[in-house]
């Protein structure tokens, strides 16, 4: 139970630094750092800056191409009525179960 509520939650996090308002957030913080702290504004914290502003955009493409994947696959499985239907959700577990999926269902097919 604890390993489906952090999968939930880390997809939820993924999910919402895939979102543009994160983006908001980073220069709301990057526009307040001079204001509030001034003397600790230098190259190491416009590295920081730099560094979540590309982590952000990496998690936006990243997160837009799973789920351009996912309506492909989705529309795959509508179009072949002998698809399996408890697929449909694998997305939703942990990606070591998913492996575990996966490698039952090859020794299943071979």
Known sequence: MTSN???GVLT?????????????????????WPIFA??????????TLATWLMTLFIQRAEHRDT???Q???DELLRSHG????????????????IEREREA????AT
Do not use: C, M
């Open 12 to 32: 939820r996090i993924g999910t919402w630094t895939s979102h543009p308002t994160a983006f908001v957030v980073v220069a709301l913080y990057a526009l307040a």
């Open 82 to 97: 002998q698809a399996a239907n408890e697929l449909t959700h694998i997305d939703e577990k942990e990606p070591e179960a």
């Open 67 to 69: 789920q351009a994947i």
């Open 38 to 47: 001034p003397e600790e504004l230098n190259w190491h914290s416009v590295a």
């Open 71 to 73: 309506a492909k696959l």
């Open 105 to 108: 269902r090859d020794r299943g």
């Open 5 to 7: 509520y952090q999968s």
